[in-house]
C-alpha cells in the first residue's frame, strides 16, 4: 500500500514537473523571439532568462528523482551534496567579497550590499527546508508570501545577471557615427581608472573604425567637489592621445544617466547633416549597461547598443546589486503588481 501511494505521488510529481517544462518551453520560444527582433527589449529578456533557470532547475529535479529511485550511491551523494555546496560556495564568496570591497571602498551601506544578499540566502534556505509546520492563517500567508516574493526576485536577479552578459559578448554593431562616452566621478581634474576605461572601451571603437570616424560625445556636467567637469576631463584625455578636437562633440549639462543620453541626443540632433539617422553607441562601465539602456530607450535615443567597459572584478557584485534595484525602481509598478500577484496567491494558500 505505501509503495502504491509513493508510486501515484511521484508520477503526479513527474508530471507537473513535465507540465511546467513544456509551459516555459514556450516562454522561452516567445520571448526568445521578441529578442530577435529587439535585443535590448529588458522585460522579454528577463522572461528569456527566467523561463530557462525554471526549465534547468524541473530538469534537475527529475533528473534527481530518476538518480534517487534507482539507488546509485555515488551519484545520489553528488545530486543531494550540489545544492547545499552550491550554496556555502556563493554565502562564502560574497562574505569574503563583503570584506575587500570594505576595505578598498570604505564601510559604506553599499559596500554591505553583497552581505546582505549572502544573509538573505541563507535566510531562504532555512525557511524552505528547516521551518516546520506553521499553524495559523496569517503565518502560513506570511511565510508563502515571504518565500514566494524572495525567490521570484532572487530568480529575477539571475536573469538580470544572464541577459547583462549575454548582451555585452553580442557584436557591437560597426560603422557608427557617434560614440556617447556616459561621464562618471574626475579626481583631481583627471579620469579615474574607471571613466578612463570607458573613454578607452570607445577609443577601441574609434580607432577599429577605418576611414570614416565616428565622433565622441563625452556627457557629463561638473560636481561641486569636482575641480573640473567629467566632460573636461574626458576631452582632456581625449586630445592627449591623438583624437582631433574635430571628432570630439562635448555635453557638460547632465547630472545623471538620463540627462546624458537626453542632452547628448540634442547635441548629435544639432551635428548631424545627413537625412538618415545616425548609428550611435555608447560606452559605460559593464555593469551599468543594462540600465543605461533603459534611459536610452525611454527618451527614443536610437542607440543601437552599449560597449562595457572592465571593472574590478571584486566591485561587481555590489555594482549588479545597485543597479538590478535601480531597475526594479525603474519598473516600479510591474514591480508592485507582481508583488500584488504573489500576495493574492500566499492569501489563497492560507485562506
Known sequence: MYNQVRHQI?????????????LFLAIFIIAGLAIFLDKQNFIFASLLMFSLIIILLALYLRLAGWIIDRQIPVLNILIILLPPVLLVTVVVWLGRNTSIISHKEGKSFTAKLSLFLALSILFDFYLIFFVGNIHGKFLIFSYALAVMVYNTFFLLFISYLLYSFLYQILPTPKGANYLIVLGSYVHDGKVTPLLQSRVDRALSYYHQAGEIKPKFVVSGGQGSDESISEVGAMRNYLLSVGVPDSDILVEDQSRNTFENFMFSKEKILEDWQSSKKPIILFSTSNYHVTRATLFAKKID?????????????????????REYIGILSYYRLLTFLLFLIEAFLAYLLAY
Open 301 to 321: 535615443l536610437d542607440a543601437r547598443g552599449g560597449m562595457g567597459a572592465p571593472t574590478s572584478f571584486y566591485f561587481l557584485p555590489t555594482a549588479l546589486i
Open 10 to 22: 511521484e508520477k503526479v510529481g513527474y508530471s507537473m514537473l513535465t507540465t511546467f517544462i513544456y
